[in-house]
């Protein structure tokens, strides 16, 4: 067991949360190691990710979070040179029945309130953002154009290289097995190759986020979900927004795809109900329903030629709403666990408000944010907009 080294603060997960937050603690001088199980970064839910960037969403945490999010993805190579596949494509929510007309609709004043550039199109409107569209039953939709998709993998890389440079540590192919506890403050972490002291721990562990608490004594109701994805070959344009279908059907809750900067169309669903735990494994029936949705939707993707399929995990919390805060019974202990497959577009303006927390900085729109991730809040309702 290798020697112990002491750090300001110790992140548990080299993924799409932990990463950008070792760059903006190493940002502010900070300290920081980072601790994964696997060979590299991003090796766990990020690269299974297919890219989406939105701060389209229902409530003003992560409307907040997203919109810095988008700042920092789509600023990223001017700034620092790194090509992440950014493209400023945007988001639309399509509505051909009653029930998801009034869904968006009443969303667009939560959204607009705080800050969301997103409109409601009618009909023909919408047709002119996405021409290929089923006209038949169309009402319209929402479409935010600030929105867009970039390269889990190639960001993630960037945000791990610049935090490198920075000073932070990053430690592979290393698992965390418990935590060194005195006088109710956490004082380092423990792995199968060593200890390393530490004033703060963040456990980003993703998918494993509730076994990790566990490891401290604390109950994280975090569980993995099931959720595949596939990748088509490349063609030319026809398409610019995410395309989301939120009409639940038997097996399905919803469905979403887009075209990437390559060409090829990239897809997801949203199991219902929901397949738990961890499971990586593709299944034959994902690939015929979620084509006779898209299809449905767009009669021209039928001649598309799929190339690939995968299956990654979301870590669900019980309301949708990831679980971002300290712990009570655990000092200098934060969690920032439950993305609910969002990890990808809240990590970057997640990390910049964990580096504000540790630093002791937060202000009160901060505060407003971590009321609503809070992990002692009632988990009553749902997030409308998974």
């Not at 969303?107 to 002119?128: M, S």
């Amino acid at each position: 067991m290798t020697a112990n080294r002491s750090y300001d603060v110790v992140i548990v997960g080299a993924g799409s949360v932990g990463a950008p937050a070792a760059l903006s603690l190493a940002e502010a001088g900070l300290r920081v190691l980072v601790i994964d199980q696997y060979p590299s970064v991003g090796q766990g839910s990020n690269k299974r990710a297919i890219g989406g960037l939105r701060a389209t969403h229902s409530d003003p945490a992560k409307i907040r979070l997203c919109l810095r999010s988008l700042e920092v993805f789509s600023t990223w190579e001017e700034r620092f040179g790194d090509k992440i596949e950014w493209r400023k494509g945007g988001y639309s929510f399509v509505a051909y029945r009653g029930e998801e007309e009034r869904t968006l609709k009443e969303l667009l004043v939560v959204q607009k309130k705080y800050g969301l550039n997103i409109d409601w199109l009618d009909r023909q409107a919408f047709l002119e953002v996405i021409p290929d569209l089923n006209p038949e039953g169309l009402i319209g939709g929402t479409f935010s154009p600030d929105d867009g998709h970039a390269s889990p993998l190639l960001a993630i890389h960037a945000f791990y290289s610049r935090a490198k440079k920075l000073g932070a540590e990053f430690l592979f192919n290393e698992k965390v097995t418990g935590y060194d506890i005195d006088g109710g403050r956490v004082r380092g972490v423990r792995t199968d190759k060593g200890k390393y002291g530490a004033a703060v721990v963040i456990n980003a562990a993703g998918p494993w986020g509730m076994e990790m608490a566990a490891l401290a004594g604390i109950d994280v109701p975090v569980r993995p979900d099931s959720h595949e994805g596939a990748v088509t070959e490349a063609v030319a344009r026809f398409l610019e927004p995410m395309v989301v279908d939120i009409r639940p059907v038997a097996g399905s809750a919803n469905y979403y795809f887009y075209q990437h900067d390559t060409g090829q169309v990239i897809f997801c669903i949203t199991p219902s109900p929901s397949i738990w735990g961890l499971d990586v494994r593709e299944t034959s029936s994902f690939l015929p329903m979620v084509a006779r949705r898209m299809v449905d939707l767009i009669p021209r993707l039928r001649n598309l030629r799929v190339r690939r399929t995968w299956r990654g995990l979301y870590p669900m919390t019980p309301d949708g709403f990831p679980i971002v805060g300290w712990t009570h019974d655990l000092e200098s202990y934060m969690l920032a666990v439950g993305m609910c497959g969002q990890g990808f577009m809240l990590g970057p303006g997640l990390g910049e408000l964990m580096a504000r927390m540790v630093l002791g900085k937060t202000d009160e729109k901060d505060r407003e944010t971590l009321s609503y991730l809070s992990p002692y809040r009632e988990f009553v309702g749902q997030e409308k907009l998974k």
